[in-house]
């Protein structure tokens, strides 16, 4: 099922849990890598929510190996693995590897050409090395929450795990790259990412603001922090965004809504002074946007050049036309489950694109396969069940 894809021969031991480690491993297994999820025969990494749609979504096209790393055998039969691998990826606090001996000083003396990818918290070294982190902390800590709401009403974080689903993909990222790299030194190496790494990152211009002018970012709400305007404006049956910052965009929009008096008007003529009148400027395109509906809008000002959009419900994101048309929502059967609807990948390769082939596995679903390829036979296999190696 996965001739032909990009990475149709990697394999990946998958030792990820919650959601920036298997984020990562997502990436890699859409594009066709085989990967065995090792999991702890007891461990429910979400809560027993394994059904879930959040669980299904982050593990389709994957095998399960249920695997006791805290057993000598266990540990054997991972060593096994590796000598086998391409990729490692785990998202252990740092000191867990170091602990179960399986950290990438100890791997790659038995696999040299192994990339060994770790995502944390806070790094791999330094004072907050040991510190436990989820995605909401690496918010606050990353700047995030300081410049999202509206002023005055304190810190917010976004709506999804932005630290999180970065940092996984920035590793991914990272092991692409050390792949290419093997192909010259035939050497792997260690890919580090963190949550708090990936979020300052995501900050982008946000941060270059502080490092190259001092400024500090402040909470807008809605509105964009520099480019006037750019907001969400009410209408007569919900809200859209339009976005006419620049000097030409400006005067598409006035032209556009009936409100030509508007362009050279002092203080709204420049891109400075509308930096400057924002207040104005939204207050006097809220009393126009209030007089007709969303689409009606939309439409006119999209004919018009001008950036807009509706501002969506998860429902109707998916019910949206162009949504439809580039199909990131993605069917995969599931045999107890029935049809699931997940989401697909945010880039697109002409020949070789990603697939949604399999569900995710039940708890190790793929005992018997993956151990037979290591040469274990049925009653070996029988026999590391019963005293909970696997």
Known sequence: MT??????????????????????????ADWGADVIKVEGPEIDSFGGARDGPDFQNLHRNKRSL??????????????????????LVENYRPDVKDRLKIDYETLRQ?????????????????????????????????????I?????????????????????????????????????????????SSLLQAQIAMLDFQAARWLLKNEV?????????????????????????????????WKRLCNAIGAPHLIDRPGFDTFLGRQKNRHAINDALAAIFKTRDSDTWVSLLN???????????????????????????????????????L???????SR??????????????????ILGELGYDGDAIADLKRRGVI
């Open 3 to 28: 001739e032909n894809m990009p990475l149709q021969k990697l394999r990946v031991i998958d030792l990820t849990r919650v959601r920036a480690g298997p984020t990562c491993v997502r990436q890699l």
């Open 343 to 349: 989401v697909g990948q945010a880039v697109t390769l």
């Open 148 to 192: 999202t709401g509206e002023p005055g009403r304190g810190p917010m974080r976004v709506g999804i795990a932005i630290a999180d689903v970065s940092a996984g993909v920035f590793a991914a990222m990272g092991v692409l790259l050390a792949i290419i790299e093997r192909q010259t030194s035939g050497q792997g190496q260690w890919v580090q």
């Open 66 to 87: 249920t695997l006791n790393l805290k057993e000598a055998e266990g540990r054997a039969i991972l060593i096994k693995l590796v000598e086998q691998a391409d990729v």
């Open 303 to 341: 004919e018009a050049g001008v950036p807009c959009g509706p501002i969506y419900t998860m429902d109707q994101v998916f019910d949206d036309p162009q949504v439809k048309h580039l199909g990131i929502a993605q069917d995969v059967p599931h045999p107890t489950l029935g049809k699931q609807t």
């Open 217 to 249: 970012p402040e909470q807008v709400g809605n509105d964009h922090p520099t480019g006037v305007p750019t907001s969400a404006y009410p209408t007569t049956d919900g809200y859209i965004n339009v976005a006419a910052p620049a000097d030409y965009a």
């Open 110 to 146: 038995i696999n040299p050409r192994l990339i060994y990818a770790s995502i944390s918290g806070f790094g791999q070294d330094g004072p907050y090395r040991d510190r436990p982190g989820v995605d909401q902390i690496a918010q606050g800590m990353g700047g995030l929450m300081s």
């Open 352 to 369: 070789t694109p990603s697939q949604l082939r399999t569900p995710t596995p039940g708890m190790g679903e793929h005992n018997a396969d």
